[in-house]
C-alpha cells in the first residue's frame, strides 16, 4: 500500500459517532438483515442476507475470459458498442454474447413512460443531481471501507481521474434525455459496468492486499446506490427543492431499472421511497466508516477538484467545506475532511438562498454576494465532471492496482 501520512492514519482511524449525514446512528457491524423483502419490486423473495449473494451468471463467465485471455479483444470489440438499439459487435465469445444478449433486456416491469418523466426531471434537476451524485456520492463512497479498498487496491485505484471518469460514464448515462431509449446508452453502460464488477470481484481475491470477503456483494452494489438516488433524494427535499409526485416516483423508477440492469436481484430493489430509505437505514450504517485507503482516495479527489477549479479563484478550502456540508461532520472526519472555519460557516447559510432563488423564491437582491462563488465552484465542479466522463469509456480489467508492493 502507498504510505499514508500520519495525520491521515490518525483520522481515519479515530472518527466515532451518528452518522450524521443520514440521520441514523452507527451500530455493531453485525446487525442482522432484518429489511422486508415485501418492500421491493418483486414484492416478495428468499430473505437472505446480501452481503452473501454475488453476480451468479456473470461471475464465472468473466472469471473464464480472463482465465483465457480473452478480455483485450472483448474490450476491442465492445469499443464502439455504445448505443441501446445497436447490435453486439460479431466476433465476442459466444458465451458472453448469449450473457449480453440477456442482460440488455429490460425487466418486464418497466415503465417507458416514467422513464421519460424521469429524463424531465433529470434535465430540471440537474444541477442539484450532478452535485449530490458527484461532490456527495464520492465524499460517501470513501467513507465505505469495502468500496474504498475495492477502489484502492484495483485498477482504477492507480489513476483516479480515470477511475472517476470511468464511474462517471454510468451516472450521466442515467441522468440523459434518453438514458434507456434506442439511441441512449444505460443499458450499455450497465452491462459494461456488471462485467467489470464480475472482474474486479475475481482479480482482487487474487491481490495480496485483498484479506476480506468477496467484493462487491449483492449489499455493496445496493449500499452504492443509496449514496446516489436515495441520498440526493433526501437532500433536495432537506433543500426543500419542489418535487412533484410523479417526478419523485420516476426519478425512483429509472434508478430502480439500472439496478436490475446492473445485477442487483429485484427482491432487494426497493419498490417506494419508504422502502429505500427503510433499507438505506439498515445497511449503510453498517458498511460505513474510516479507513487509511479511503482518506487517502478523498484526499485525491478533492485534490482534483480543486487543481480544476482553482483558475476561477476557487481554492481547496471551499471544496472541503463544500464537501462536508454535502455529507455533514461524521462522513467528512471518516474521511479526513480538513474543516475550514470561515467556509464551514457560510456554506450553510448561502446555499440555501442559493436553491430558493433558483426555484423562483426569493429575488436576486436578497442572495449573498458570497453565494456567487459557492456557485462557480459547483458549475465548475459540474463542468469537471462531465467533461472527464467524455474522455474515456467503461473497460474490463485484467490486472490489479499496479506497483503495490
Not at 457491524?29 to 452473501?52: E, K, L, M, N, Q
Amino acid at each position: 500500500m502507498a504510505e499514508l501520512s500520519r495525520r491521515k492514519m490518525l483520522i481515519s482511524g479515530g472518527a466515532l459517532g451518528a452518522l450524521g449525514a443520514l440521520g441514523v446512528a452507527f451500530p455493531a457491524r453485525a446487525t442482522p438483515w432484518t429489511w422486508a423483502s415485501s418492500g421491493s419490486i418483486a414484492g416478495a423473495g428468499a430473505g437472505t442476507d446480501p452481503r452473501w449473494v454475488w453476480d451468479e451468471e456473470a461471475d464465472p463467465l468473466v472469471a473464464s475470459l480472463i482465465d483465457r485471455g480473452a478480455v483485450p479483444e472483448v474490450n476491442r470489440l465492445l469499443w464502439n458498442w455504445t448505443r441501446n438499439d445497436q447490435p453486439l459487435p460479431a466476433g465476442l465469445p459466444a458465451d458472453l454474447r448469449d450473457f449480453m444478449e440477456r442482460a440488455r433486456q429490460l425487466p418486464s416491469w418497466a415503465d417507458h413512460g416514467k422513464l421519460n418523466t424521469a429524463a424531465e426531471f433529470n434535465k430540471s434537476r440537474g444541477l442539484y443531481l450532478n452535485l449530490l451524485n458527484g461532490v456527495g456520492g464520492g465524499m460517501l463512497s470513501t467513507a465505505i471501507p469495502k468500496e474504498a479498498l475495492s477502489v484502492y487496491y484495483s485498477k482504477g485505484g492507480a489513476d483516479m481521474e480515470d477511475r472517476v471518469a470511468k464511474t462517471s460514464i454510468l451516472g450521466f448515462a442515467v441522468g440523459a434525455l434518453n438514458a434507456y431509449r434506442p439511441d441512449g446508452s444505460c443499458v450499455v453502460e450497465a452491462v459494461k459496468t456488471r462485467l467489470v464488477h464480475a472482474a474486479v470481484r475475481h482479480l482482487l481475491q487474487q491481490s495480496p492486499h485483498w484479506t476480506g470477503d468477496i467484493p462487491i456483494s449483492q449489499e455493496d452494489m445496493l449500499v452504492t446506490w443509496h449514496t446516489l438516488p436515495t441520498f440526493a433524494m433526501r437532500k433536495m427535499l432537506e433543500w426543500k427543492v419542489p418535487i412533484s409526485a410523479a417526478h419523485s416516483e420516476a426519478y425512483l423508477h429509472v434508478w430502480q431499472v439500472t439496478a436490475h440492469m446492473l445485477g442487483v436481484k429485484d427482491e432487494y430493489i426497493p419498490a417506494t421511497w419508504a422502502a429505500a430509505n427503510a433499507q438505506s437505514d439498515q445497511i449503510l450504517p453498517r458498511n460505513m466508516g474510516p479507513t487509511p485507503e479511503g482518506v487517502e482516495l478523498t484526499d485525491i479527489l478533492l485534490g482534483q477538484l480543486a487543481e480544476q477549479t482553482s483558475p476561477a479563484g476557487i481554492s481547496r478550502p471551499l471544496c472541503n467545506a463544500l464537501a462536508r456540508y454535502l455529507v455533514g461532520d461524521q462522513v467528512a472526519d471518516w474521511d479526513g475532511i480538513k474543516r475550514e472555519p470561515v467556509w464551514d460557516l457560510l456554506i450553510p447559510t448561502i446555499w440555501p438562498k442559493l436553491v430558493r432563488f433558483r426555484e423562483g423564491l426569493i429575488p436576486l437582491p436578497l442572495v449573498p454576494e458570497t453565494a456567487w462563488v459557492l456557485d462557480e465552484a459547483v458549475r465548475k465542479y459540474i463542468l469537471f465532471y462531465l467533461t472527464k466522463a467524455k474522455e474515456t469509456k467503461i473497460e474490463i480489467p485484467t490486472t490489479n492496482r499496479p506497483g503495490l508492493s
